[in-house]
């Protein structure tokens, strides 16, 4: 019996340091290779990045957004606004009526202009009835006179034609030269007394001509001048701002503004770059941008001016990058409206990157972790580029290395 346990002792002895061995080799390695995989990597790739200035911005009207109107009256003249149906904030069309002004003065003036021209009108018809009648009988007293003439001249040259023939005597040659005399004379004056007529009426009816066209002229102004008492819009847009309100009077300069417009189509995006960014904005970038109104959509448009003055802002200077803002989405747009923008300065199609959770910073740069046999290893790196969420790795790694994530 105590053989047996003496040799129980031994193979213990003998065995424990070996089950010891293997359950470590086969536990303690398990929970080394579960810590491994819990840890979260990424690797170094190469693709495209982008550089992309993001800036601050407000919607504004561009120089062409906002039409003053105002009603075009002759200099001197105020009148009452007697009806606005719009006020700030409504949508109006090309040709709708924003406001009229009080015409009563002009419909009395309207009504006597008519009635002169109505008087010119029947005097020159009669004078033209007249005419006629006054003409055909200077016509016929002048053809009366034609007639005897042509009798006379007829007689004293049959007469001078039959001297030497026959015993004609000198009384009745000289009857019929003088007749002849009379007759021409009857002639001219019937027809001196026809042009006299016909100049007379053509005075008279060219003064009354020059009255009525006169008159017309005067009426077709009054007509112009109440047509200019309805305002109509010049565009399609949006009542911007009222400056002067039903019942109020004009000012007495034409063109006054009465109410201004607001054309949607017109608007801008102002950007307000870093003065570290400026230096890599061009004219002609593509932009995308976002406004609080509406989150979810992505809008576009392109930098067409950069103002050279700075804007100084709680100590940062900026300067005013203006957008153009894609047609089909500036309807979208209001004045004043804030807006975070990304300038598309650049890109490379070959460069080494990270997303920007696995680099971390501290008071001598960037570095990464990366990891080790002994656990994770600090690479200092260079970074460039950062474009949504990645980085541009420029220095300390190689493409296919294995970082930690943050």
């Known amino acids: 019996m105590k053989t047996f346990r003496l040799i129980l002792m031994l193979v213990l002895l003998v065995l424990g340091p070996v089950a010891g061995w293997w359950a470590h080799a086969r536990y303690g390695q398990s929970a080394a290779d579960k810590k491994a995989a819990e840890l979260n990597t990424v ?39 007697s009806r606005m149906p719009v006020v700030e904030g409504d949508e109006v069309k090309e040709g709708q009526v924003l406001a009229e002004l009080d015409p009563a003065d002009l419909t009395a003036q309207l009504v006597q202009l008519q009635a002169e021209a109505a008087v010119f009108e029947e005097k020159l018809k009669a004078l033209k009835a007249m005419e006629t009648l006054e003409v055909k009988l200077a016509e016929v007293a002048r ?19 039959m001297t030497d023939k026959t015993g004609i005597s000198t009384l009745e040659i000289d009857t019929a030269a003088s007749d002849k005399l009379v007759s021409q004379a009857r002639f001219n004056q019937a027809k001196a007394s026809l042009e006299q007529v016909k100049g007379k009426f053509r ?3 060219a003064v009354l001509e020059a009255q009525l066209k006169q008159a017309e002229t005067a009426i077709n102004n009054v007509r112009v001048q109440i047509g200019l008492c309805t305002m109509r819009s010049p565009i399609s847009g949006q009542v911007f701002a009222i400056h002067i309100r039903q019942g109020e009077t004009t000012g007495n300069l034409p063109n006054a503004p009465v109410l201004s417009l607001l054309d949607h189509k017109q608007l801008q995006l102002h950007l307000y770059v870093d003065e570290s960014d400026f230096g890599r904005v061009k004219v002609g970038q593509p932009v995308t941008f976002r406004v609080d109104a509406y989150p979810a ?63 971390r910073s501290r008071s001598n740069g960037w570095y990464v972790l990366r990891p080790g046999p002994r656990g994770p290893e600090e690479v200092p790196v260079q970074i460039g580029w950062k474009d949504e969420g990645k980085v541009e790795i420029r220095s300390g790694l190689n493409e296919g290395d294995e970082v930690l994530l943050d």
């Open 297 to 359: 959509e992505i809008l576009r448009g392109k930098i067409v001016r950069l103002l050279p003055q700075p804007i100084l802002q709680e100590n940062v200077v900026y300067y005013l990058t203006l957008v153009e803002v894609d047609e089909e989405q500036r309807a979208l747009l209001r004045a004043e409206m804030t807006a975070l923008g990304h300038v598309q300065a650049g890109g490379n199609d070959k460069a080494l990157w990270l997303p920007l959770a696995a680099v």
């Open 43 to 81: 690797q170094v790739v190469r693709g495209r990045i982008e550089l992309k200035v993001k800036a601050r911005g407000i919607v504004k009207p561009a120089p062409n957004a906002l039409v003053r109107v105002g009603f075009p009256m002759p200099k001197d003249v105020a009148r009452r606004i």
């Open 143 to 161: 053809d009366a006179a034609q007639a005897q003439l042509d009798h006379a001249l007829r007689v004293a040259s049959r007469y001078e034609k």
């Open 203 to 205: 005075t008279d009816i």
